[in-house]
Every structure is written in structure tokens, then in C-alpha cells.
């Protein structure tokens, strides 16, 4: 007898594989879709305590993506993150630093003065989100106006120190471009730069299109 005539015969290999290949087409297809949505890359790339960070940046006239760019990268949003050499919070201040920009913000009367005289003047407070990344933030602007509206170069000097930064750049070792970030001679500093600059990069592609993060004044 004529096996091809037999009941229950096997199905073709080719039915077969034009099923799962038709299975796993759909799933790409589904995860194609789940990534080109904003709310994907909003889930891969939070941004916590939004308001602190939309409200400190409004004040002291700074991108609030620039600043929770910074806090990605010096604390991943940890609170209780302390360096070793004993940088505290969210955007990792060293205490005398922190002193230092509250005392010459207080000395204002209105905008981000009358913000930082709201808040409790207590060494402790400088841990909580609210008073660190409203301090942070103002000295993220104004080492934007030392270096004369060069981003580049004062979010380097937040890693190094202004004084560093001036000194590469009046000696030529560094010209204070993003693209030559390499003629940076301190590694950690030119990481984190390249960090800082790479997720302001996806913040900007993820949130800024969103009036919230608009809070420039």
C-alpha cells in the first residue's frame, strides 16, 4: 500500500517552520513596538524626584535634564550615597562646598535666595533631596557662568574643581569641547563628563518634549 495514502501522516517540516517563524516574526514585531514607545524608555530610564529637580532647576536657571543628569550619574537617585572622600546626596556636595553656596545664596533676597532661607539651615539637611539638589543645581548654573555658557567645561569642573579646568584650558590641554573630551588628563573626570553628557543625550530624547521639563525662566 501507498505509505503517502496512509492516515496520519506526518505534516510537512515546511508548515511546520512557516509557523514558527511566523510566531516569532509577530513577537519581533511586538517588541519592536514596545521599544519605540516613550513610555518603554521612560520605565529604562527614570528620572526620581522630578518636582525637587523641575523646581530647584526653574530657580537657579538651568536645564533640569542637565541636573538629573548629573544625579544619574554621581548617585544613581541614592539619597544616602556618600563618597569616600565624603561628597553627600543626591549630587554628591562635599559639605564645605555646600556651605559655601548656601551662604552666598541666603545673602539674596528673592529667586533662589528666598527658596534656600525656606529650608532648614541645619549641616544634617544636606542629605535631604530637596535641600541638595536645590544647592546643586544653583552651583551647576553658576559654574555655567564661570566658564562662560561652556556646559562642557563646568560640568568637568563639578568632577575636578573650577581651578583644574581653568588651568587645562588656559595651558591648551584641553579645549573645552565635548568632541575632545579625551584631551581631558584626569580618566575620572573625562568619565564622567562622557556619562553625564550621554544620558543628558537620552533624557532629552525621552523627556524633552514634555512642558515639565521645560522649566527654564
Known amino acids: 500500500m501507498d505509505n503517502h495514502s496512509q492516515p496520519g501522516k506526518r505534516r510537512p517540516k515546511f508548515v511546520i ?9 509577530i513577537l519581533l514585531i511586538a517588541v519592536l513596538i514596545i521599544i519605540s514607545t516613550n513610555s518603554f524608555w521612560r520605565m529604562m530610564y527614570p528620572i526620581h524626584y522630578q518636582k525637587n529637580i523641575q523646581s530647584a532647576a526653574a530657580f537657579a536657571k538651568v536645564d533640569p535634564l542637565l541636573i538629573a543628569s548629573v544625579i544619574r550619574v554621581e548617585s544613581k537617585f541614592q539619597t544616602e550615597d556618600v563618597s569616600h572622600a565624603g561628597a553627600v546626596g543626591l549630587m554628591q556636595l562635599m559639605p564645605d562646598t555646600a556651605q559655601w553656596i548656601a551662604d552666598t545664596i541666603r545673602q539674596q533676597t528673592t529667586g533662589s535666595g528666598g527658596a534656600v532661607n525656606r529650608l532648614p539651615k541645619d549641616d544634617k539637611q544636606l542629605a535631604s533631596p530637596q535641600y ?13 557662568q564661570q566658564f562662560h ?14 581651578k583644574r579646568v581653568q588651568d587645562w ?6 579645549d573645552g569641547k565635548l568632541q575632545d573630551i579625551d584631551q581631558i588628563p584626569v580618566g575620572e573626570t573625562r568619565h564622567f563628563v562622557d556619562r553625564v553628557f550621554y544620558n543628558y543625550s537620552l533624557y532629552k530624547k525621552i523627556y524633552g518634549h514634555d512642558p515639565a521639563w521645560n522649566t527654564q525662566t
Open 132 to 144: 541638595n539638589i536645590l544647592i546643586g543645581s544653583w552651583y551647576v548654573q553658576n559654574l555655567i
Open 169 to 174: 584650558l588656559r595651558s591648551g590641554t584641553w
Open 17 to 25: 517552520l512557516n509557523r514558527r517563524s511566523l510566531v516569532a516574526a
Open 149 to 162: 555658557g561652556n556646559v562642557t567645561a563646568a560640568v568637568a569642573a563639578y568632577n575636578a574643581g573650577p
